[in-house]
């Protein structure tokens, strides 16, 4: 299936703290996809991630086929 967005072992760490932990999420074309949590979850920071505001520590995120942010560091 092909999906219009790709999150694949996303992390995201400040200094030597890490606030998204090898995030994995697809979101198929056509249907209504929600993000819920707690406050301080890492909603925001992820969507931001995802859109390129801010950039990963490391994974792979893909939109519509083309990839948005690649990074392999550790």
């Given at each position: 299936?092909?999906?219009?967005?790709?999150?694949?072992?996303?992390?995201?760490?400040?200094?030597?703290?890490?606030?998204?932990?090898h995030i994995n999420m697809?979101?198929?074309?056509?249907?209504?996809?929600?993000?819920?949590?707690?406050?301080?979850?890492?909603?925001?920071?992820?969507?931001?991630?995802?859109?390129?505001?801010?950039?990963?520590?490391?994974?792979?995120?893909?939109?519509?086929?083309?990839?948005?942010?690649?990074?392999?560091?550790?």
């Open positions: 299936m092909d999906y219009v967005i790709q999150v694949t072992d996303l992390v995201k760490s400040f200094g030597k703290e890490t606030v998204l932990h697809n979101f198929a074309p056509g249907k209504i996809h929600g993000i819920i949590g707690r406050n301080g979850s890492g909603k925001t920071m992820l969507m931001k991630c995802i859109c390129g505001f801010i950039p990963v520590t490391s994974g792979k995120v893909t939109v519509f086929g083309c990839l948005l942010y690649t990074s392999d560091a550790a």
